[in-house]
């Protein structure tokens, strides 16, 4: 009991309650391990795909190795911003969202809570993922000629660059999933979030790819939510990138945190 005067808030003691609650409705999701499963399976193959269609053949080819092994997250992030707008999409959908908020009226916990739910269990499941693809890349891309004989050293999480495109690569999908999860929050309905988040990640490149004035081109690739955040991924040419690698996935996570604030303004402004 709170003393008279005091207004009762979330405390401490509230937050596991929040997320234990939150983590009950994650898991029970209908499709959510389904798509975590896809998630990794699809990420995995396309790049073991993208390693067996790249061949090296001279010595100072420009393919990058890094990027290549990694080629997979670019289609496997579409299954994870599903992942992440289901999250809250299907709460809207059903009617459990009213509930929800009657249970825990601080509605900027309840999407904390989900927010870090959520990113937590796409970073593990990245995790598989990306080290699943650049195994696939040490397995695969020797013998399509990236070799010590054509100037490359062999792909390795001992190497600086590597490590960096690979960590960089599990925090882009949780980064991706977030996105997703602010979008889907202040749209409510499942097939406009997923095509507002698709749309933001794949038109900014199309766009670019059109437009002839470099300039421009520079400036859309440097604000892109993928194109920037996948800069993280280079492990060669690094110098010649609009914006550096740690910088690109800044981006990406400036485009995630204003998602999740516009999120959290409408779900506290706007009714269940």
């Given amino acids: 009991m709170s003393q008279a ?28 391990f389904w798509l975590l499963a896809g998630a990794v399976a699809v990420t995995i193959a396309v790049s073991a795909a993208a390693c067996a269609a790249t061949t090296c053949s001279s010595l100072g080819c420009q393919a990058d190795p890094g990027k290549v092994s990694l080629t997979g997250v670019q289609v496997g992030q579409a299954i994870v911003a599903i992942i992440g707008v289901l999250a809250i999409s299907t709460e809207y959908s059903s009617g459990l969202i009213r509930v929800t908020l009657t249970a825990m009226p601080h509605r900027g916990w309840v999407l904390a809570a989900k927010a870090a739910l959520v990113g937590g269990l796409v970073l593990a499941v990245s995790a598989v993922a990306v080290l699943g693809s650049v195994l696939a890349g040490q397995l695969i891309l020797p013998g399509h000629g990236f070799t010590a004989a054509h100037g490359f050293a062999a792909l390795s999480l001992d190497e600086a660059p590597v490590l960096r495109a690979a960590c960089g690569s599990v925090l882009y999908l949780a980064l991706i999933a977030l996105l997703s999860l602010g979008v889907a929050v202040a749209v409510r309905d499942s097939a406009a979030a997923i095509g507002t988040v698709l749309a933001l990640l794949y038109l900014f490149p199309v766009i670019a790819a059109v437009i002839s004035n470099q300039h421009w ?51 506290r402004l706007r009714d269940a």
């Fill in 5 to 32: 005067g005091q207004v009762p808030a979330v405390g401490v003691a509230r937050v596991p309650d929040v997320l234990h609650a939150e983590w009950t409705k994650l898991r029970t999701l209908a499709g959510t």
């Fill in 217 to 267: 081109q520079r400036h859309l690739e440097q604000i892109s939510p993928m194109t920037a955040g996948l800069y993280i991924q280079a492990t060669v040419g690094v110098r010649t990138l609009p914006l550096t690698p740690w910088q690109g996935l800044g981006v990406l996570g400036l485009w995630a945190a204003g998602a999740l604030l516009l999120g959290g303004l409408v779900l």
